[in-house]
């Protein structure tokens, strides 16, 4: 969803409150409704005319809008003031349309602007993005959206944090409730103390990072994922706050760890609040325009009196599955190689399901020793061509165009991919790095279809290793009467009835991805309610202007501002 698409939404929703003011007295809910559209509407002006004459606008609507909450009364005297003070309103907004639809630039002016957008308007998209529809000041991080590497989230946490302290227009630092303490709540907590904000960190388990912390078996790196483009092999988180070197899960959770401790004792700011499940959110004082928040907890006092509220209660747990397959988490420790079980005259069968990384990566992992996304690039010299690196790049720009949203099953890469990797052969030093004791069967529901949410560099490698007939492939979606656990020279497994045969795999991994949705609403249900349209403006929003690092100032400014 555009900004300019939120634009219209939010004008639309303001125009009926405003219009229902007419008739009867406001509630104190609708005029909270009121100043959230309004608020939003400022925010899509500031981002797509950030003129002088739009901020005159922007005070212009702002005081309105003040003047008509002023008039919400049921005395017939001031009927007539309210729906001139409407009229005014509704004047207004049509400038402010003018302003924000009415500017046809061609398409070369659009990407010159586009690029030279300040650093204002990103973290007022960010802001945008971000915000939950009708909860002023209540925040959605890193939930719905559709990459979820640890840098990502990093990066969208610093934004937001910096967005929200740069634009808050309290003389005193908000107090802010971050829920969740994963990678996105960690960061956005050291990120909101960096900046002076009263914040303060809520955890349901007693520790930081809890899903990741022990995992000995997943190589997390900050930016292959975003291959091939430039940096992307660096081993170096390129943030400008808790910084960590590729490794695995739980050597990187170490370092951002430490990173969290250095700064909260640097800034003498408050300990975590461990084994407090937030059940809910309520407004609980302050007015339409300044709510205070409390948050509730089961057994537990409540926790009051916060301007802004970041939830950050990451994307859920893996899916469960009906096939009568364990449903091994992904961050589980799990060894999908099983020691001095097979060998290359017995071999063991892997039958891995599903079209996102967390399929990807374990086909490759039970392919190959000891996969490791580095080495194996640097053993394929065609992906190091600039031709092959600019087409993958070109048929990712023609899959983003389309309409991908959370929800997307996925894309259909072939026959692009089948195109530019078809010369691609496995060298002596390539095939060295398959394992000789498995097989691995990869599973979807077609043949060279992804999530768009996937990383380049794990679908390709996928793609060569299935031309190069390494991995072998299955197509369909699969069904609990297809699946049947049984035992085959005295070691378990589970038959599997394609169309053609029945297959026998000692291991069978599903790996459907995490429902975001699902786990929300199973936390906040009121809350996601009102989620509908924030899923699809978080999948895709896009920061790739700015670097982080630009926000180190910002943040340094904000903080001796309130100094």
């Known amino acids: 969803m555009s900004n300019k698409s939120v634009f219209l939404e939010q004008v639309a929703r303001l125009n009926a409150l405003i219009l229902s003011g007419l008739e009867e007295v406001l509630s104190q809910e609708n005029i909270s409704k ?76 659009k990407s010159a602007e586009s690029h030279g957008r300040d650093l204002d308007s990103e973290l007022r998209s960010t802001l945008l993005a971000s915000q939950v529809d009708d909860m002023r000041n209540v925040y959605v991080l890193g939930c719905f959206e559709i990459r979820k590497t640890f840098l990502r989230q990093q990066e969208r946490a610093i934004w937001l944090s910096t ?19 994963g990678v996105a709540g960690v960061t956005a907590y050291s990120t909101l103390v960096i900046g002076g904000a009263d914040a303060h960190l809520f955890e349901r388990s007693d520790e930081l990072m809890p899903f990741q912390r022990r995992n000995e078996n997943r190589f997390i790196h900050p930016n292959l994922y975003d291959w091939p483009k430039e940096n992307s092999t660096n081993p170096q988180a390129d943030i400008p706050i808790l910084q960590w070197t590729s490794g695995f899960a739980k050597d990187v959770i170490r370092q951002i760890e ?9 800034f003498i700011a408050p300990e975590p609040i461990f084994d407090f499940k937030v059940s809910d959110i309520r407004r609980h004082a302050g007015s339409a325009r300044s709510p205070k928040f409390a948050l509730s907890g089961f057994q537990k006092e409540p926790h009051l009196d916060f301007d802004v509220v970041i939830i950050a209660i990451g994307f859920g747990g893996e899916r469960s599955n009906s096939l009568g397959v364990d449903t091994i988490g992904y961050w589980d420790n799990d060894e999908i190689h099983i020691p001095n079980k097979f060998d290359s005259g017995n071999k063991g069968s892997v ?51 389309e309409d991908i949203t959370l929800e997307s099953e996925g894309y259909i890469f072939s026959p692009d991919y089948s195109d530019i990797l078809k010369n691609i052969e496995l060298n002596d030093d390539l095939i060295k790095e398959i394992h000789p004791a ?57 038959d599997i009835s394609w169309q053609d045969q029945t297959e026998f795999y000692h291991q069978v991994r599903i790996r459907h991805g995490v429902d975001p949705s699902g786990h929300f609403n199973k936390n906040f249900p009121r809350i996601f309610d009102k989620c509908g349209n924030i899923q699809n403006r978080l999948a895709q929003l896009r920061l790739d202007n700015y670097g982080t690092n630009d926000l180190l100032d910002v943040l340094a400014n904000i903080r001796t501002r309130w100094k």
């Open 163 to 181: 967005a929200i302290l740069k634009f808050w227009r309290g003389e005193k630092p908000p107090r802010i409730a971050v829920i969740g303490a």
């Open 34 to 109: 009121i100043w959230d559209a309004t608020e939003n509407i400022s925010l899509v002006l500031s981002i797509e005319d950030p003129s002088d004459r739009s901020k005159e606008l922007e005070l212009k609507l702002t005081q309105g809008i003040g003047e008509y909450c002023g008039l919400n009364s049921g005395k017939k005297s001031l009927r007539a003031a309210r729906k001139k003070k409407a009229h005014e309103i509704f004047e207004t907004l049509g400038e402010i349309h003018l302003a924000v639809l009415g500017n046809h630039k061609s398409n070369s002016d």
């Open 438 to 494: 498995y097989v691995c069967t990869f599973n979807s529901t077609r043949l060279g279809k992804y999530k768009l949410g996937s990383s380049i560099i794990n679908r390709v490698l996928v793609q060569v290793f299935l031309n190069n007939d390494v991995i072998k492939f299955r197509e369909g979606r699969l069904f609990s009467d297809q699946v049947t656990r049984t035992e085959k020279n005295g070691k378990g497994g589970f």
């Open 351 to 401: 039958l891995v399901s599903g079209c996102g990384d967390g399929a990807l990566v374990d086909t490759l992992r039970a392919s190959l020793r000891d996969f490791n996304h580095s080495k194996i690039i640097d053993l394929i010299p065609e992906l190091h061509l600039p031709e092959i690196k600019q087409g993958l790049i070109d048929i990712e720009t023609k899959a983003i165009s």
């Open 258 to 266: 430490e990173g969290f401790n250095d700064i909260r004792n640097s």
